[in-house]
Protein backbone atom coordinates (compact mmCIF):
# COMPACT_ATOMS: atom_id res chain seq x y z
CA UNK A 1 0.00 0.00 0.00
CA UNK A 2 1.25 3.17 -1.08
CA UNK A 3 1.11 5.81 2.16
CA UNK A 4 0.65 9.62 1.53
CA UNK A 5 1.85 11.98 4.33
CA UNK A 6 0.81 15.47 4.29
CA UNK A 7 2.50 18.29 5.96
CA UNK A 8 1.86 20.39 7.76
CA UNK A 9 -0.95 19.18 9.70
CA UNK A 10 -2.77 23.34 9.83
CA UNK A 11 -1.43 25.89 8.42
CA UNK A 12 -2.04 29.25 9.47
CA UNK A 13 -1.96 32.02 6.87
CA UNK A 14 -3.47 35.61 6.54
CA UNK A 15 -5.69 36.42 3.51
CA UNK A 16 -3.51 37.13 0.26
CA UNK A 17 -0.78 35.63 1.67
CA UNK A 18 0.89 32.33 -0.07
CA UNK A 19 0.33 28.81 1.08
CA UNK A 20 2.41 25.84 0.03
CA UNK A 21 0.72 22.23 0.91
CA UNK A 22 3.51 19.39 0.58
CA UNK A 23 2.38 15.56 0.17
CA UNK A 24 4.52 12.39 -0.30
CA UNK A 25 3.79 9.45 -0.88
CA UNK A 26 5.94 5.90 0.04
CA UNK A 27 6.83 4.86 -3.47
CA UNK A 28 6.98 5.89 -7.12
CA UNK A 29 3.40 7.24 -7.79
CA UNK A 30 4.55 9.03 -11.06
CA UNK A 31 2.10 11.87 -11.29
CA UNK A 32 -0.82 10.27 -10.51
CA UNK A 33 -1.51 12.52 -7.86
CA UNK A 34 -5.08 14.31 -7.10
CA UNK A 35 -5.75 17.52 -5.06
CA UNK A 36 -9.11 17.58 -3.18
CA UNK A 37 -10.92 20.79 -1.04
CA UNK A 38 -13.20 20.15 1.77
CA UNK A 39 -15.07 23.00 3.42
CA UNK A 40 -17.26 21.76 6.70
CA UNK A 41 -19.94 19.83 5.85
CA UNK A 42 -19.55 19.52 2.41
CA UNK A 43 -18.31 16.74 0.29
CA UNK A 44 -14.83 16.95 -1.32
CA UNK A 45 -13.96 18.95 -4.58
CA UNK A 46 -11.06 18.07 -7.02
CA UNK A 47 -8.61 20.82 -7.61
CA UNK A 48 -6.11 19.69 -9.47
CA UNK A 49 -4.84 16.09 -11.02
CA UNK A 50 -1.98 14.76 -12.60
CA UNK A 51 0.14 16.40 -10.43
CA UNK A 52 -0.48 19.68 -12.06
CA UNK A 53 -3.56 19.90 -14.20
CA UNK A 54 -6.08 22.15 -12.45
CA UNK A 55 -9.99 21.09 -12.70
CA UNK A 56 -12.39 22.49 -14.95
CA UNK A 57 -13.78 25.93 -13.16
CA UNK A 58 -10.32 25.83 -10.77
CA UNK A 59 -9.30 29.36 -10.06
CA UNK A 60 -5.60 29.70 -11.45
CA UNK A 61 -4.41 30.48 -7.96
CA UNK A 62 -4.66 27.16 -7.53
CA UNK A 63 -1.35 25.38 -8.44
CA UNK A 64 0.10 21.97 -8.13
CA UNK A 65 3.65 20.29 -8.99
CA UNK A 66 5.76 17.26 -8.13
CA UNK A 67 6.13 13.66 -9.72
CA UNK A 68 7.52 10.89 -8.71
CA UNK A 69 7.09 11.10 -4.48
CA UNK A 70 7.21 14.69 -3.79
CA UNK A 71 4.35 17.14 -4.88
CA UNK A 72 3.22 20.48 -3.69
CA UNK A 73 -0.08 22.43 -3.52
CA UNK A 74 0.27 26.16 -3.60
CA UNK A 75 -2.23 28.58 -3.66
CA UNK A 76 -0.50 32.03 -4.39
CA UNK A 77 -3.13 34.18 -2.70
CA UNK A 78 -5.40 33.34 0.20
CA UNK A 79 -9.20 34.12 -0.44
CA UNK A 80 -11.68 33.77 2.52
CA UNK A 81 -13.26 31.19 0.61
CA UNK A 82 -10.22 29.12 0.78
CA UNK A 83 -10.04 28.22 4.25
CA UNK A 84 -10.82 24.60 3.93
CA UNK A 85 -8.99 21.05 4.50
CA UNK A 86 -7.04 19.58 1.65
CA UNK A 87 -6.22 16.17 1.01
CA UNK A 88 -3.66 14.57 -1.58
CA UNK A 89 -5.09 10.96 -2.94
CA UNK A 90 -2.33 8.85 -5.33
CA UNK A 91 -4.32 6.34 -7.98
CA UNK A 92 -1.05 5.41 -9.47
CA UNK A 93 -0.88 2.22 -7.50
CA UNK A 94 -3.78 0.56 -6.48
CA UNK A 95 -6.36 -1.21 -4.69
CA UNK A 96 -6.04 0.71 -2.31
CA UNK A 97 -6.22 4.21 -3.41
CA UNK A 98 -4.78 5.96 -0.80
CA UNK A 99 -5.42 9.92 0.44
CA UNK A 100 -3.05 11.51 2.99
CA UNK A 101 -4.21 12.85 6.01
CA UNK A 102 -5.21 15.95 5.52
CA UNK A 103 -3.96 19.67 5.75
CA UNK A 104 -6.16 22.08 7.58
CA UNK A 105 -5.93 25.82 6.14
CA UNK A 106 -6.61 28.03 8.59
CA UNK A 107 -7.22 32.16 9.06
CA UNK A 108 -3.93 33.57 11.22
CA UNK B 1 -26.23 19.02 -14.69
CA UNK B 2 -24.16 15.69 -13.51
CA UNK B 3 -25.59 15.08 -10.01
CA UNK B 4 -24.98 12.38 -7.54
CA UNK B 5 -27.59 11.95 -4.88
CA UNK B 6 -26.44 9.05 -1.89
CA UNK B 7 -29.30 7.72 0.26
CA UNK B 8 -30.19 4.57 2.37
CA UNK B 9 -27.91 5.68 5.03
CA UNK B 10 -28.86 5.07 8.99
CA UNK B 11 -28.65 3.65 12.43
CA UNK B 12 -27.84 -0.17 12.76
CA UNK B 13 -26.78 -2.23 15.19
CA UNK B 14 -23.52 -4.13 15.07
CA UNK B 15 -23.67 -7.25 13.07
CA UNK B 16 -25.83 -5.93 10.96
CA UNK B 17 -26.33 -4.91 7.22
CA UNK B 18 -27.34 -1.22 5.13
CA UNK B 19 -27.59 -0.61 1.60
CA UNK B 20 -26.42 2.51 -0.26
CA UNK B 21 -27.18 3.52 -3.30
CA UNK B 22 -26.05 6.46 -5.20
CA UNK B 23 -28.33 7.68 -8.15
CA UNK B 24 -26.60 9.53 -11.13
CA UNK B 25 -27.74 12.21 -13.72
CA UNK B 26 -26.23 14.10 -16.55
CA UNK B 27 -23.48 11.54 -17.77
CA UNK B 28 -22.82 8.57 -19.83
CA UNK B 29 -23.21 5.91 -16.35
CA UNK B 30 -22.20 3.20 -17.97
CA UNK B 31 -18.79 4.35 -19.05
CA UNK B 32 -17.26 5.76 -16.10
CA UNK B 33 -15.96 4.02 -13.04
CA UNK B 34 -17.09 4.70 -9.74
CA UNK B 35 -16.14 4.30 -6.46
CA UNK B 36 -17.14 4.67 -2.37
CA UNK B 37 -15.34 6.48 -0.38
CA UNK B 38 -15.91 7.13 3.42
CA UNK B 39 -15.13 9.57 6.43
CA UNK B 40 -15.58 8.65 9.83
CA UNK B 41 -16.30 11.31 12.43
CA UNK B 42 -13.46 14.25 12.73
CA UNK B 43 -11.80 12.14 10.28
CA UNK B 44 -10.09 12.41 6.72
CA UNK B 45 -10.71 10.55 3.91
CA UNK B 46 -10.73 6.71 3.34
CA UNK B 47 -11.06 4.83 -0.51
CA UNK B 48 -13.57 1.63 0.07
CA UNK B 49 -14.63 0.68 -3.09
CA UNK B 50 -14.45 0.79 -6.48
CA UNK B 51 -15.73 -0.17 -9.60
CA UNK B 52 -15.45 -0.60 -13.37
CA UNK B 53 -17.87 1.13 -16.05
CA UNK B 54 -19.19 -2.79 -16.85
CA UNK B 55 -19.50 -3.54 -13.65
CA UNK B 56 -17.20 -6.39 -14.37
CA UNK B 57 -14.27 -5.42 -12.37
CA UNK B 58 -14.63 -4.57 -8.97
CA UNK B 59 -11.70 -3.85 -5.95
CA UNK B 60 -11.92 -3.16 -2.27
CA UNK B 61 -9.94 -1.62 1.35
CA UNK B 62 -8.68 -4.65 3.11
CA UNK B 63 -10.70 -3.07 5.98
CA UNK B 64 -14.07 -4.03 4.24
CA UNK B 65 -13.08 -6.90 2.11
CA UNK B 66 -16.03 -9.83 2.44
CA UNK B 67 -18.17 -7.36 4.13
CA UNK B 68 -18.60 -5.03 1.78
CA UNK B 69 -20.04 -5.57 -2.03
CA UNK B 70 -20.08 -2.69 -4.58
CA UNK B 71 -22.35 -3.06 -7.13
CA UNK B 72 -24.25 -1.02 -10.57
CA UNK B 73 -27.11 -1.12 -12.00
CA UNK B 74 -26.78 0.73 -15.46
CA UNK B 75 -30.07 0.51 -16.46
CA UNK B 76 -31.17 2.97 -13.59
CA UNK B 77 -27.86 4.50 -13.35
CA UNK B 78 -27.48 3.44 -9.69
CA UNK B 79 -24.26 2.56 -7.78
CA UNK B 80 -25.09 0.46 -4.82
CA UNK B 81 -23.29 -0.57 -1.59
CA UNK B 82 -23.82 -3.81 -0.02
CA UNK B 83 -22.53 -3.33 3.70
CA UNK B 84 -22.97 -6.57 5.93
CA UNK B 85 -21.16 -7.57 9.55
CA UNK B 86 -21.32 -3.32 10.19
CA UNK B 87 -18.78 -2.99 12.84
CA UNK B 88 -18.79 0.28 15.42
CA UNK B 89 -15.29 1.50 12.99
CA UNK B 90 -17.72 1.53 9.91
CA UNK B 91 -19.29 4.86 11.31
CA UNK B 92 -18.93 7.06 9.09
CA UNK B 93 -20.46 9.33 6.31
CA UNK B 94 -20.13 7.80 2.73
CA UNK B 95 -19.53 9.53 -0.62
CA UNK B 96 -20.68 8.28 -3.87
CA UNK B 97 -18.06 9.81 -6.30
CA UNK B 98 -17.72 9.39 -9.59
CA UNK B 99 -13.95 8.48 -11.56
CA UNK B 100 -12.50 10.46 -14.60
CA UNK B 101 -12.44 7.35 -16.61
CA UNK B 102 -13.05 3.64 -17.91
CA UNK B 103 -9.89 3.48 -19.41
CA UNK B 104 -7.04 1.22 -18.84
CA UNK B 105 -4.60 1.43 -16.98
CA UNK B 106 -6.54 2.53 -14.47
CA UNK B 107 -5.20 6.16 -14.04
CA UNK B 108 -8.05 7.08 -12.26
CA UNK B 109 -9.04 9.85 -10.38
CA UNK B 110 -12.76 11.14 -8.59
CA UNK B 111 -13.97 14.04 -10.73
CA UNK B 112 -17.04 14.84 -8.92
CA UNK B 113 -18.96 13.65 -5.35
CA UNK B 114 -22.00 13.22 -4.22
CA UNK B 115 -23.09 14.84 -0.71
CA UNK B 116 -22.97 11.57 1.59
CA UNK B 117 -25.20 9.43 3.64
CA UNK B 118 -24.10 8.91 7.17
CA UNK B 119 -24.33 5.29 8.49
CA UNK B 120 -24.20 4.89 12.06
CA UNK B 121 -23.55 1.56 13.81
CA UNK B 122 -23.93 1.93 17.15
CA UNK B 123 -26.13 -0.35 19.48
Known amino acids: EVVMTQSPATLSVSPGERATLSCRAS??????LAWYQQKPGQAPRLLIYGASTRATGIPARFSGSGSGTEFTLTISSLQSEDFAVYYC??????????FGQGTKVEIK | EVQLLESGGGLVQPGGSLRLSCATS????????MGWVRQAPGKGLEWVSA????????WYADSVKGRFTISRDNSKNTLYAQMSSLRAEDTAIYYC????????????????WGRGTQATVSS
Open chain 2, 51 to 58: ISGSGDYT
Open chain 1, 89 to 98: QQYGNWPPQT
Open chain 2, 97 to 112: AKYSGDQVPRYWYFDL
Open chain 2, 26 to 33: GFTFSSYG
Open chain 1, 27 to 32: QSVSSN
